[in-house]
């Protein structure tokens, strides 16, 4: 794509998001949206499914807890959510820039399964370490390429939510 076609982006996206940011600023309340996400209990075997917004998603057991590999993990899942924001507010921010970006994104995390299966009391369950990395082609110096990691770190939603571990309740109610 040549400046003019980033240019171009660049005046869009802003265009696109000048009367937000400024609604936002006038009435702060107006910016905290609730998203939502819903599943359904698979009475028939271990899994969840999950409606997104273009399909319906069955998540169940990874192979190293006794699944066959035949239904999304949601371990995967969360680092598919990872890698979809991070790219998403790096071409974002980008596009503010006026930078052109190109490449690949790849997360990935460990996990100790002792702990998910409780075979073993001291190993955590959940991811005990994720990194995101970033493959990029681009025509940016390094300085540029600095801020754009700095802003894409500092507005991916995703990653920000992983790394502040906001307060999280769990509820629960019966039919009975």
């Known amino acids: 794509m040549s400046l003019m076609d980033s240019a171009a982006r ?15 600023r006038s009435d702060p309340t107006s910016a905290v949206v609730t998203l939502k996400a819903d599943g359904e209990l698979d009475g028939s075997g271990v899994a969840c499914r999950v409606r997104t917004a273009t399909a319906l998603a069955e998540a169940g057991l990874h192979p ?25 507010t790096l071409r974002a921010v980008a596009t503010a820039l006026g930078l052109e970006v190109a490449g690949t994104v790849h997360a990935e995390g460990d996990l100790d399964f002792r702990g998910t299966l409780g075979v073993a009391k001291d190993a955590p369950v959940g991811f005990r370490d994720i990194r995101l990395s970033f493959d990029l082609d681009t025509t940016a110096d390094a300085e540029q390429v600095a801020t754009l990691m700095k802003l894409t770190e500092r507005y ?7 790394v502040s571990s906001p307060s999280t309740s769990v509820q629960v109610s019966t039919a009975s």
């Not at 660049?10 to 936002?24: F, G, H, M, V, W």
């Not at 066959?68 to 790219?87: I, K, N, P, Y």
Request: glycine letters at 10%.
């Open 10 to 24: 660049s005046t869009a996206l802003k265009d696109i998001q000048a009367p937000l940011k400024e609604r936002y």
């Open 64 to 88: 190293a807890t006794g699944g066959d590999g035949t239904q999304l993990c949601s371990g995967d899942m969360l680092l598919e959510a990872l890698v979809a924001c991070a790219g998403v």
């Open 156 to 162: 991916c939603v995703v990653l920000q939510t992983l």
